[in-house]
């Protein structure tokens, strides 16, 4: 092959590369802008809440069998940011929160959220 096309080659790669990279940090959390209209959810258990918890967060526990009537209560005028310990929770949560109606924004586990949100963890 000649030196030229190997040249392309090799650009071409590096430009889908970095297409690829650019779409992998765009899903990535950033930085969360918390509001005065922003509700911040912890969906783990009261046990693991009361171990450390965001400022400000309320408890709404996605294990429970109470988690659907809980978030059915809640305000569909406020923002929501939710968290749990690794991230899978949050997930469900969030999907089950968006199938509700909410406007809702995944912070995944509890340190990236202290992170994206400036929160911090108070005990």
């Known amino acids: 092959m000649p030196r030229r096309s190997l040249r392309a080659v090799a650009l071409g790669a590096a430009l889908a590369l970095s297409v690829v990279m650019s779409g992998c940090a765009a899903t990535a959390p950033g930085s969360i802008v918390i509001g005065d209209d922003t509700v911040v959810v912890d969906v783990r258990t009261p046990a693991e809440y009361a171990g450390g918890h965001l400022d400000g967060a309320i408890n709404i526990d996605f294990q429970s069998p ?3 009537a809980a978030i059915a209560e809640l305000d ?3 923002e929501y ?3 749990c310990q690794t991230g899978n ?3 469900q949560a969030v999907a089950a929160m968006e199938d509700a109606g909410l406007d809702v924004q995944d912070a995944g586990g509890i340190s990236e959220a202290e992170r ?3 929160l911090a963890i108070v005990r």
Request: charged content about 25%; glycine content about 6%; aromatic content about 14%.
């Open 66 to 68: 109470q988690f659907d």
């Open 81 to 83: 940011v939710v968290y």
């Open 76 to 78: 569909p005028d406020d």
């Open 89 to 91: 929770r949050s997930a």
């Open 116 to 118: 994206a949100t400036g």
